[in-house]
């Protein structure tokens, strides 16, 4: 058996980052590194470079994400982005979606013991949820899929004009350029990447943004959604 790797000091940019809630931001670190590694949500050699790579990579997202708004993290895991970003921004309301139970435990845990008041834990896929959930402003995302499938199942959880927001990395261009035909058909009416966290994290952490119109998800999206808030109707008649 392996010995476990120790976690590393905060550098001082998560002071400078997570203010108010560094130490929240440090026992969540704590636990990624002994829970999350022990329930096999994030892998032992991730401990050393947790605050660069995981921590610090994902609260920069902060910088894109308009005020007072909800937010869906999709594919949340261990809680990347959404926990990074619910602990930089007590302003927004946001949902971790994540089918898997273990780590909807984790995350339930997490948001207890931290306090996170205005961040809820959902169990379940993207495409499940739909019209169950109330539609957001923006999805969040990070290592989850290729870009064409992680749209499918984001585009389709936003409000019209909402904007679905993917961590990626050297691949980010590649992947928008293979995804254009897709995007289109779900409903995006531009795209963008954006690059955040200057002076933070080195390199900077890459951002794809994808920005809807009036239908997310396309034609064949609006006729299910439509269906399901009649469904949901019937249902509170009843």
Request: aromatic content about 4%; some cysteine; proline content about 7%.
């Amino acid at each position: 058996m392996t010995e476990a790797a120790e976690l590393p000091p905060a550098p001082e940019q998560a002071r400078e980052v997570f203010g108010e809630r560094f130490a929240d931001a440090v026992r969540y670190a704590e636990l990624l590194a002994e829970a999350g590694v022990q329930r096999g949500l994030i892998g032992p050699r991730e401990v050393p470079r947790l605050w660069e790579r995981h921590l610090l990579n994902c609260a920069v997202l902060a910088e894109v994400v308009p005020e007072g708004v909800t937010v869906c993290d999709v594919g949340s895991g261990a809680g990347l982005p959404g926990i990074p970003l619910a602990l930089v921004r007590d302003d927004l309301k946001i949902t971790l979606l994540e089918p898997l139970l273990r780590r909807t435990n984790f995350l339930t845990e997490v948001v207890e013991l931290l306090g996170l008041d205005h961040v809820t834990v959902v169990r379940g896929r993207a495409e499940e949820v739909m019209g169950k959930l109330p539609p957001v402003h923006v999805v969040t995302a990070r290592a989850v899929a290729p870009l064409d499938r992680l749209a499918a199942w984001g585009i389709p959880l936003l409000r019209p004009y909402g904007e679905m927001l993917a961590l990626k990395g050297d691949t980010a261009e590649e992947e928008l350029k293979g995804a254009a035909t897709a995007l289109s058909k779900l409903g995006a009416v531009e795209t963008s990447i954006l690059h955040v966290g200057e002076g933070i994290v080195d390199p900077m952490s890459t951002v794809v943004r994808v920005e809807v119109g009036e239908s997310p998800g396309g034609v064949r999206f609006a006729a299910k959604r439509a269906k399901a808030a009649r469904t949901g109707r019937a249902r509170r008649r009843r």
